[in-house]
């Protein structure tokens, strides 16, 4: 057994495990907690999909231009 093997064991029994407890009865607590737990988890996923569908739709002579910008001399402010 290497040390780094015995290291993470240690992190994860240590830390790891009495604060995931901790969350858990924290949680537990708090009245309606799952519906705030799925609402946040859902709009980070809305938000995730909806920038990946703006990058795949985006005309990319605009991106271009866009990253090009900083580079370009010749425009005034």
């Given at each position: ?51 990946g ?25």
């Open positions: 057994m290497n040390g780094l093997t015995h290291n993470s064991s240690f992190i994860v029994t240590s830390f790891i495990i009495p604060f995931k407890a901790m969350f858990k009865q924290f949680i537990s607590k708090i009245p309606g907690a799952d519906v705030y737990m799925v609402g946040s988890f859902v709009t980070f996923l809305a938000f995730f999909i909806l920038v569908l703006y990058l795949v739709l985006v005309d990319k002579t605009y991106i271009r231009q866009m990253s090009r910008m900083p580079l370009d001399e010749s425009s005034t402010d």
